[in-house]
C-alpha cells in the first residue's frame, strides 16, 4: 500500500480553512496512487491549542468535523488520519482516528501526555494497543510521546502491527528523535512507522518537521525536511516478515526477565 504523509504549516486559520486544506492535499494524495494518508497530531484545531482552538474544534467521536472528514475519504477515496480534542462526558482527550472512504474504523486516545499544558488540557487515555486492517496491512496509531515508550511500540509489534502511524508536533530542540528514536523503534520491532509532524512556528513553539516513514530493516523509506511537503511511501508487508526473520529480538524476548520494577 502506497502511504501519503502530510507534513503541514501550524499556521491559524480555523477548522473550515484545515478542512479547505485537506480536501486539496487528499486529492493530492490520491492522484499520487495513496490510499493512506496521515495528518499531523491534533489537526483539527491546530497545535498548541488556544482556548479559543479547543472550543471551535472539541467534539465528541462522532462529531460535525469528524463527518466532514468522512466525506473528504469518501470523495477522495484515501483513508484519512487525523487528531482533535475529543470530548467525552466532562473531560477531554488527544485523540487521532483512522477513516476509511467506508466510514470510521478506529479511534485512539493519547496515553502519554507531553509537559504541564497537555496535563492541564487532556486526560490519558487507556486503550493500548487499538488495530485495524487497511490496504492489506494491520495499522496501529500512537500519538508523539507515545512513540517514545519502547513499551508501547513492542505491544504494537507483539500484537503483529506492520504498520504504525504515529501524528505527532516535535518541537525544537528535540530532532533526535525524529533523526534516532524512531528509525530505533522501527528496527526493533521489526514494523514500519509513518512518523508525521507539523512545520513552522506557532505560538512560541518552532516545530521540527523532519516527517518520515521509517522501515522495518533499519533504513528510511522516505524522509521530509523542514517545510510544508507531502511525503509518499510504499509499505510491502513482505518487508516486515523479512526483517523479523533476519533480525529476531521478538522470538529472542526472555519476558520472564523484565518483572516489574522495584
Known amino acids: ?39 499531523p497530531e491534533m489537526s483539527v484545531g491546530g497545535y498548541p491549542l488556544s482556548a479559543a482552538a479547543l472550543a471551535e474544534a472539541r467534539e465528541p467521536v462522532a462529531g460535525p468535523h469528524g463527518e466532514a472528514i468522512a466525506a473528504i475519504a469518501r470523495e477522495t477515496g484515501v483513508a484519512i488520519v487525523h487528531g482533535w480534542p475529543e470530548a467525552a462526558g466532562a473531560v477531554v482527550h ?32 487507556s486503550d493500548g494497543v487499538v488495530q485495524t486492517r487497511l490496504g492489506g496491512l494491520t495499522v496501529g496509531l500512537l500519538i508523539c510521546y507515545d512513540v517514545e515508550f ?17 501524528p505527532t508536533a516535535l518541537m525544537r530542540p528535540w530532532d533526535f528523535v525524529a533523526r534516532v528514536v524512531v528509525p530505533a523503534r522501527a528496527f526493533e520491532n521489526g514494523l514500519f512507522i509513518a512518523y508525521t509532524n507539523w512545520t513552522g512556528a506557532r505560538a512560541g513553539l518552532d516545530f521540527a518537521g523532519l516527517t518520515r516513514v521509517a522501515g522495518p530493516d ?45
Not at 106 to 123: I, M, V
Not at 151 to 164: F, N, S, Y
Open 218 to 262: 533499519g533504513g528510511l523509506v522516505t524522509v521530509g525536511g523542514d517545510g510544508e511537503e507531502l511525503l509518499f511511501a510504499d509499505i510491502d508487508p513482505a518487508r516486515v516478515v523479512a526483517a523479523r526473520a533476519s533480525t529476531t529480538y521478538l522470538q529472542d524476548r526472555r519476558p520472564e526477565l523484565y518483572g516489574p520494577a522495584p
Open 150 to 166: 519502547p513499551e508501547a511500540v513492542r505491544a504494537h509489534a507483539l500484537a503483529g502491527t506492520e504498520l504504525l502511524v504515529v
Open 94 to 125: 488527544n485523540a487521532a482516528a483512522v477513516t476509511s472512504p467506508e466510514g470510521r474504523l478506529l479511534t485512539y486516545r493519547k496515553g502519554h501526555l507531553f509537559g504541564s499544558q497537555e496535563r492541564a488540557l487532556f486526560a490519558p487515555g
Open 1 to 39: 500500500m502506497r502511504i501519503a504523509c502530510w507534513q503541514a504549516t501550524c499556521a491559524p486559520g480555523g477548522v473550515p480553512a484545515f478542512l479547505e486544506s485537506l480536501r486539496a492535499v487528499a486529492r493530492r494524495a490520491a492522484a499520487g496512487g495513496a490510499g493512506l494518508l496521515v495528518t
